[in-house]
């Protein structure tokens, strides 16, 4: 008899599996998961609070780094009827979709619709006469593609399709639509279903496509917290229409947090390979090195280690400020919520990337041996770069911040700013003065007077372009890197300043050894970001040559100073293994024997010779082919 474990973590590696075994097999291992996860929720209420914590579970402990099945049930579909179904829309589905008697998906993009989601073709066009909506898809870009789960798994999903009612189109709004028999599973009449096929990665994840040929669906399946459409068809308009965007927002703010997640499963592998494996003499006649003494690895690696740490701290403030903003939308006061909007689309692009970007180091700074499968440093990989799009491309999500910042820069003179972009006040006072200093302060002042000046540069730019008779549409596309970059400076001097904050108060509580490590992680991120954008600061601030000179020293002083740290460092994300499932990752630090383990798992070594060669390579090599 299996235990638990065994069940989800024995059997076949995922990678000799068939993309329909792949899935089988997620499904089988998910079904185990989410019941004990089941059981969890049983015993807790699920608001949104108690929810994340729940969804950050299912996040972290993801047994496949192809993810599941279910991940969209938890990730989207829940929490949008959440945010977005009234009481008695929540009292008839929400406790089947919290207990699993149904599975959720969240179909929002098609196939010729992703970020301008204003454009999405699939309409709802309500039915006066029986009280339905008409459910279509008019052409095949209308066909809703890549929703999680939908391709085999999904009984129920939340549809994004513009709203028709008396001849008058209002836009985009959710539906949920049963898109499968709960008993038989066969998909109901007027619907194409299907799965997208093999992917990059998240392979596991099951996304689908689907197609509506006139699918009724009663009125009441419009999800109607905010707008809603009565019996003869009028439309109540939304307080404010951009609630419906309310459930994009909150899922940016957990891909914040999963993206740390996966970088911290990545650095933990590159780290305890790097202390295992010894390659090369650093002296003649010397025995070989860990490769984590090379400079070169410490930078590779130890930079991924401290942006961990402040991602994981942006997370928490991201995740608070989400909170208390989210609570002010309750109450009606909508004055945060492009603040909010703003902040995590900057948090989600610059967390993704940045998590990409080192999980690709990761990767290299591993070799050979990181190329395997086995690592699940590939696996990885292809995850996070999967991040860099889902929830938003991450170029369209920094648009958007740049969008806000301007927005906040031409009323700069007219109040108080709210808490994310106050400094914008403070580095453009009269009088304020600022001379390069290389310390932590001194490079939060250069960032955020970077980011002052790229914004205020942006506006400048518009303006005079559009005086110059250009359109205010050209005139943003033609500056639109400028505005990535604006977006991108503001996001890193807020992750930079709430890193030094956040861990300066955690310091305060921690023992001196520990506080003057976590306080080498802080300069750390902030060195290895300053010298990342030097031209930025040497255009905008008083940075001089001299001073670079310096920082690089003070970068390789910090690297050599947390070098005896950096296992103790991933260690503490206490990874076990059965999550971590690396050969090179492994606690024990067995890395070759767990290479060769995993190597004679191949099916390849099942018999001494491939049935290929009687068929193929003796005839061709005997010239008889
Ligand atoms: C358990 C295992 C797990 C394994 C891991 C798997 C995890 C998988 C995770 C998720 C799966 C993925 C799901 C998805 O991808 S769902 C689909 C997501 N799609 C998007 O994010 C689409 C992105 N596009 C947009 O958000 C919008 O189209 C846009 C904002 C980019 C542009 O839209 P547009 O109408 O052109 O906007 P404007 O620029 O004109 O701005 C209009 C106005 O609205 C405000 N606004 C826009 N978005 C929001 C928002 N989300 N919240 C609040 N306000 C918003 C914007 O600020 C403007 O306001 P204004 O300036 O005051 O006018
Ligand atoms: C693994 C994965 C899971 C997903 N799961 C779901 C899901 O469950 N449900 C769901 O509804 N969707 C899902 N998606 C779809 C995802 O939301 C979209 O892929 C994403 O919104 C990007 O849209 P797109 O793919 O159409 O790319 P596009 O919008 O076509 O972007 C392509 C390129 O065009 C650029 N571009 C587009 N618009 C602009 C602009 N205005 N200004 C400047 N550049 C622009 C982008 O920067 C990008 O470089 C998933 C995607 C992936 C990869």
Known sequence: MLTKREELFGGTPDEYLSHKEKYENSTRKAVILFSLLRKIQEENNTDLTNYRNLLSGVLGASISQDGSPFGLHYIMFMPVFMSQADEEQQERWLHRALNCSIIGSYAQTELGHGTFIRGLETTATYDPS????????????????????????????????????????????????????????????????????????????????????????????????????????TYVKSKNSKLIYGAMVFVRVVIVFDSVNYLAKAITVATRYSAVRRQSQLKEGEPERQILDYVTQQDKILTAIAGCFAMKMNARMLWDTFNVI???????????????????????????????????????????????????????SALTTASCTYEGDNTVLLLQTARFLLKTWRQIDTGPLTPTVEYLKTVSAPGFSYKWENSIEGIIRGFQIVSM???????????????????????????????????????????????????????????????????????????????????????????????????????????????????????????????????LGAYDGRVYERLMEEALKSPLNAEPVNQSFHKYLKPFMQGKL
């Open 453 to 583: 000046k790229k914004i205020s540069s942006c506006l400048n730019l518009m303006t005079a372009k559009v005086m110059s008779g250009m359109s205010q549409a050209d005139a943003w596309n033609t500056i639109s890197i400028q505005l990535v970059s604006a977006g991108e400076s503001h996001c890193r001097a807020i992750v930079i300043s709430t890193f030094h904050e956040d861990m300066s108060k955690a310091m305060r509580s921690m023992s001196a050894s520990l506080a003057e490590v976590m306080g080498q992680l802080v300069e750390l991120y902030a060195v290895y970001w300053t010298l990342e954008r030097l031209g930025d600061l040497l255009e905008y601030t008083s940075i001089s040559g001299a001073d670079v000179v310096k920082l690089r020293s003070w970068y390789e002083e910090l690297l050599r100073k947390i070098r005896p740290n950096a296992v103790g460092l991933v260690d503490a994300f206490d990874i076990i293994d059965e999550l971590l499932q690396s050969t």
């Open 130 to 233: 029986t009280q339905e909506f008409v459910l279509h898809s008019p052409t095949l870009t209308s066909y809703k593609w890549w929703p999680g789960g939908l391709g085999n798994t999904a009984n129920y999903c939340i549809v994004i399709a513009q709203l028709y009612s008396k001849g008058e189109c209002h836009g985009i709004h959710s539906f949920i639509v049963q898109v499968r028999d709960e008993d038989t599973h066969m998909p109901l009449p007027g619907i194409k279903v299907g799965e997208i096929g093999v992917k990059m990665g998240l392979n596991a994840v099951n996304n689908g496509f689907i197609g509506f040929e006139n699918v009724r669906i009663p009125r009441t399946n419009m999800l109607m917290k905010h707008a809603k459409i009565l019996e003869d068809g």
């Open 326 to 380: 989210n609570d002010q939308l309750h109450k009606g006061n909508m004055e945060r919520l492009g603040e909010l909007h703003a902040l995590a689309c900057c948090l989600k692009a610059i967390s993704t990337s940045d998590s990409s970007l080192f999980t690709a180091r990761c990767r290299v700074s591993c070799g050979g041996h990181g190329y395997m499968v086995s690592s699940t440093l590939p696996a990885t």
